[in-house]
């Protein structure tokens, strides 16, 4: 079956880092991706990975490991606007995207 | 970047009443557009996949009767809950996905929250 595994709920310091880690099991693989979802909105793309490696966008970095079927999302230099769930999808060999439940990230001050 | 609407963005009814939620592409042509429920502290829920000028692909589990899906235009997919109940109340979430994207990726709308009295 097809599977994303990521931590429930994660707190953090505001100024410091986080990494928040996803594994996956699919059918086929086309890439993964990382979205951030505030309470009551809808989520919004943050980085895709399809390529082994570090991929940085400003504060946020993803990691992709294909042959450990493992990705990471750091989150560097937390502002308390980041308390939010982060969502990893992997997308199938049908270009379907498989969603884990989500990571809920609390910031303390 | 793409983007999504979605109409409306809250809605409550009676129980037994229909719904219809219209998720739009406003600046990109979608031949595929996806339908999510979410029901709080919980995961998206893929319900079904909408297709340009064909029938919807619905997930195991989701009744096509209960919710109808219509995709008559590139840029315009609905859904309907017909004879929504209690148990329909939840956020629905549609995304369309970009073909012209270097990867696929899905433009999510904001979502539309159901309350079913």
């Known amino acids: 079956g097809q599977n994303i595994d990521q931590p429930t709920e994660m707190t953090a310091t505001e100024g410091a880092i986080v990494q928040i880690n996803c594994t996956y099991q699919t059918s086929g693989f086309n890439g993964l991706f990382w979205y951030q979802q505030h309470a009551g909105e809808a989520p919004t793309f943050l980085s895709y990975n399809v390529l082994d490696g570090l991929e940085e966008k400003g504060r946020f970095s993803s990691f992709l490991s294909r042959s450990k079927g493992y990705s990471y999302l750091l989150l560097k230099e937390l502002q308390m606007k980041d308390s939010a769930s982060y969502l990893c999808a992997a997308l199938d060999s049908n270009y379907q995207l498989i969603w884990g439940a989500g990571t809920k990230l609390i910031i303390k001050p | 970047g793409a983007v999504v609407s979605q109409h409306p963005s809250w809605v409550i009814c009676k129980s037994g009443t229909s719904v219809k939620i219209e998720c739009r592409s406003l600046d990109f042509q979608a031949t595929t557009m996806f339908w999510y429920r979410q029901f709080p502290k919980q995961s998206l829920m893929l319900m079904a996949t909408?297709?340009?000028?064909?029938?919807?692909?619905?997930e195991q589990g989701v009744e096509k009767d209960k919710f109808l899906i219509n995709h008559a235009s590139l840029t315009l997919s609905t859904l309907t809950v017909t004879s929504a109940h209690p148990e329909d109340s939840s956020f629905y979430i549609c995304?369309?996905?970009?073909?012209?994207?270097?990867?696929?990726?899905?433009?999510f709308g904001p979502g539309t929250r159901l309350t079913v009295l």
């Open positions: 909408s297709n340009e000028g064909s029938k919807a692909t619905y």
């Open positions: 995304s369309a996905r970009d073909v012209s994207s270097s990867y696929n990726e899905q433009f």
